[in-house]
């Protein structure tokens, strides 16, 4: 299951992906965290300290290597240098799976220990001025959308990106890449105006999107979240002490987390779970042919000297059913 965390800054999303990897891990469940958000703070919510956040190895840094890996012998992509972050697996790519290993995690993934299990992290990198921008050809997170566009994950197997929702997510599709977007939200009217303009993208390319107030403190807040976001509040989360203790670089153990929190964390696996059965793999490609051809058109034919639009392999419908087969 490939779930995103999206929201202002400073609303929780790092926090709240940390939680609901940890949550997954508990159970056992293999995990694949991403940190894709501009302030890259994942591999220290997760307990790294500073030398060991510091020590991970950049996706922005491995793009040569991820490229070449996932183009493996289609023939419609003549060299990783055509290969851009949109650019769609067809016949003789190279897929993803979320359990064992592979050039991409060697490179790329390290091991986290948690509670109750290990969980792989793979961070995009510090971003600079030039990530910001939209059609950028070495942006951090096409690493991260190529790995997307390119893995096959099943149930009970999770991916989970803490990311920005920037300008960049919704020009090159990143947006949707996911099963499930959780839009964490304070309730702000800030807060709440992340979730519109979300929305507002989400609709025509339907996005599941589920919004988690954070940092609710009492009726009013929750009212308040009720009002403006209606149906897509699915849960919330109040200040937690256990959190606040993690941030002093103290973590309790995690089955000490507040019932109520953890109770929300259930929920989010739930909800997650639940879209599984409403899996439309077909959908997915096409979505994914959708942005690559127009982002070939706006920036990368000519950023490329090629017809990115060759890359496309008509035939090709990822899924699960493409591995079972190879
Ligand atoms: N439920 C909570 N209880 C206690 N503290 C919280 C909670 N949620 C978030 N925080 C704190 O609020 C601050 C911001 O949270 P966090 O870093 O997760 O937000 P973010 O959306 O990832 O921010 P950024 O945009 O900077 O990446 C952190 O110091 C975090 O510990
Ligand atoms: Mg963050």
Redesign the pocket.
Known sequence: MKIAFV??????????SSLFIRHLAAAGAPVVAVDA???Q?LGA?LGLDEAEAAALPAMGDQLPLIKDYLRGSNPRIASAATMIKTTPPGEGSRLLRVRGDNPVYDACARPVELDGGTVRLMVTGPFTEADLGVACYHSKTGAVELCLNHLVDGRDEYVVV?MTAGSDSFASGMFTRFDITFL?AEPTRKGVSVYRQYKEYARDYGVRLAVVG??VQGQDDLDYLREQVGDDLLVT????DW??AM?KGRPPRFDLLEDA?RRALHALRTAADATYDERDWERYTRQMVHFHLKNARSWGNERTGADLAAQVDPDFVLGESVVANA
């Open positions: 929201g202002k800054g400073g609303s929780g999303k790092t926090t709240l958000d501009i302030n703070h919510a803490d964490v954070n940092k989360v109040g200040h937690s959190v606040r941030e929190n």
